[in-house]
């Protein structure tokens, strides 16, 4: 079973909160929200995101799914903590180390909050795998992390195939989760290869119908 965690980056602000509520109506089981500090990537969304969760709260019981895309991971985590979202995803790549990143998790699991490790396109799958015992996902960026409405990079499925593999040779139990360039036509290829997870920004906020395009990413 596949799940949708809609992107709302792309999303007209004039527009945002009737788009909110049609999400919703369209069946997405999150609300994925990408933090950007215009340092780890040079998009800023911090305000935005802020505003933007604000307002899906009042309307909404969905699960928020929060990427981050920063390099203080902690002073953005607890930007988040009062909106008690399911998870929180930081970047690898934004760790000093790996007792920086076991801090990290630990920090956000105190917090009640379930865990995901995110790396970029040209990291390796093998850095996350001695962390997956303590998390419970791993989200594959199938873009360079930054902006919306980018074209998917084939070479990132390949990685997902392998954390799958991985995951089920060790009895582990883990979301795999894949974001960037999403669309009816590839996420059959991401689904075999072992994702449960698809993030979808640009391709269901233009989509004419989004409840047919949910319905349609659920069925693959
Ligand atoms: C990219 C973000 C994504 C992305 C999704 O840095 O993490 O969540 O914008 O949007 P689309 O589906 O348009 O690539
Ligand atoms: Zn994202």
């Known amino acids: 079973m596949v799940e949708v965690s809609a992107s709302i980056l792309s999303v007209e602000k004039q527009e945002s909160l009737k788009t909110f509520y049609n999400l919703e109506a369209a069946k997405i089981n999150y ?6 500090d215009g340092k780890f990537v040079k998009n800023n969304t911090l305000d935005l ?9 009042n309307i909404s019981n969905l699960p928020l799914d929060i990427h981050l895309m920063v390099e203080d991971v902690k002073s953005n985590i607890n930007d988040y903590l009062d909106f008690n979202p399911n998870i929180i995803t930081f970047h690898l790549e934004a760790c000093k180390d790996s007792k920086n990143v076991s801090e990290i998790i630990d920090y956000i699991k105190q917090n009640n909050i379930k865990v995901g490790i995110a790396i970029k ?11 997956l015992p303590f998390i419970h996902m791993v989200l594959i960026m ?3 992390p930054g902006y919306g409405g980018q074209k998917l990079i084939p070479e990132t499925i390949e990685k ?10 060790n009895n582990l139990e883990l979301d795999i989760e894949v974001d960037g360039g999403i669309n009816l036509n590839n996420a059959d290829e991401l689904k075999k290869a072992g994702s449960n997870i698809m993030v979808v920004g640009s391709s269901l906020v ?9 319905k349609e990413l659920c069925k693959i």
Not at 49 to 57: G, L, P, T
Not at 121 to 130: A, D, M, N
Not at 160 to 169: F, R, T
Request: hydrophobic share 35%; proline share 2%.
């Open 142 to 144: 199938t873009v360079e």
């Open 206 to 214: 233009n989509s004419e119908n989004y409840t047919e395009t949910v």
């Open 49 to 57: 995101m802020i505003e933007y969760v604000r307002n899906i709260k």
């Open 121 to 131: 396109p040209e990291t390796k799958i093998e850095e996350v795998f001695k962390y």
């Open 31 to 36: 609300f994925h929200i990408d933090v950007m």
């Open 160 to 169: 997902v195939s392998k954390l799958k593999n991985y995951i089920e040779k």
